[in-house]
Structures are given as structure tokens and as C-alpha cells.
């Protein structure tokens, strides 16, 4: 099967900057939303997908209004939950819980939150439908990592290794079929 290319664009700077910021929803700021626009701006796409939280969705719709392309809105590629821990600043939260969990978020997930393998279920599963043509996902760095781990086999730790600031772009060229794999092309 023909290999097609996989931008992965996490949202601009969100208004709660600071916080674990999973199942909150909070807008980007105008700036980030911007940045978003501009880091797609050189890319040639036939689709846009987005997760459903506004500082995803609207970044994407405002990068879709550019390219003239609709975007469709996919709640797999969501942020982690961080259940109790969701929309809190990493001071509020038990140093120690959280260091557990950095080192071990499945055996550790948040209180009443999502592991790091259910996360990287239900991006697997988005990736998986995808059609194989040239797409950008709007999404989350947790969704970015998953993301990395399902199609190029990179463990939790691993996917750590990679900078994805807000509004970083990660590029893919995905190899489609009952398992997906993908080479990393680029990071900006």
C-alpha cells in the first residue's frame, strides 16, 4: 500500500497555560492560534482532522478557513484525562503522585483518570481510520506521543524524548495496513 504523509500540529498556547490540561476545555489564544495557522500554512492536504476541545478545533477551523478545506472533529484525538488532577496546576497536585505517574502512568494514571495504554488505544484507533491521503491532526502533545508509539513502536519513555511545545508540527509518512507504521520526516 502507497505511503501518504501525517502532520501532527499540537493546538497554539491555551488561555489555562500552566495546567494538565485533558478533558478541560479552554480556547487557544489568539497568538496560538496564529502560530498554528502559520505552521500549516506550507502544507499540501486534502484533509483536517481535529480533536474536539476549542483549542484544537479552533485552530483547525482556522487553518481549514485557509485552505479552504472542512475539517472533521474526532474525540479520539483528545488530550490524556487527568481525572481529580484535570485542569489543575502541577503545584496544586501531591509531588510525589505525580512523579509516579510520569514514571509510570499506566500502573499510575491520575485519580479517576486515563492510562497512558488507553490513550494509546483510542489513537491507534483514529489513526487506523484515517483514510491514505495527506491529513493534519489537530491535537494534543499526549495524543502526539501516542501517536508515536503506535506507529513507530516507541515506548512511553521514549516518546518523552520528543519537544512538542504548543504548536509544534510533527510529520510522518505512514505506511497504512492492519497495523500502521510510520518514519518520522520532520519536527518544527
Avoid at 41 to 62: G, H, K, N, Q
Avoid at 93 to 117: H, M, V
Amino acid at each position: 500500500m502507497t505511503a501518504y504523509p501525517l502532520h501532527l500540529l499540537r493546538h497554539g498556547a491555551p488561555e489555562l497555560a500552566g495546567r494538565l490540561l485533558g478533558r478541560t476545555d479552554c480556547a487557544a489564544t489568539e497568538d496560538g492560534i496564529a502560530e498554528c495557522v502559520a505552521q500549516a500554512e506550507p502544507l499540501d492536504l486534502a484533509r483536517i482532522v481535529t480533536s474536539d476541545l476549542r483549542r484544537a478545533s479552533v485552530s483547525a477551523a482556522a487553518i481549514g478557513a485557509v485552505k479552504r478545506l472542512p475539517i472533521a472533529i474526532d474525540p479520539r484525538w483528545r488530550e490524556l484525562d487527568f481525572g481529580e488532577w484535570d485542569g489543575r496546576a502541577t503545584a496544586e497536585i501531591d509531588p510525589a503522585a505525580l512523579g509516579r505517574f510520569w514514571d509510570d502512568p499506566d500502573a499510575n494514571p491520575p485519580p479517576g483518570g486515563e492510562t497512558w495504554s488507553s490513550l494509546r488505544t483510542r489513537v491507534a484507533q483514529a489513526i487506523g481510520a484515517l483514510p491514505p491521503v495527506p491529513t493534519l491532526v489537530v491535537t494534543h502533545g499526549g495524543a502526539m506521543r501516542a501517536a508515536l508509539a503506535a506507529l513507530c513502536g516507541l515506548g512511553q519513555a521514549q516518546t518523552w524524548a520528543f519537544d512538542l511545545p504548543y504548536a509544534a508540527l510533527l510529520s510522518l509518512q505512514v505506511w497504512p495496513g492492519d497495523q500502521p507504521t510510520a518514519q518520522v520526516i520532520g519536527l518544527h
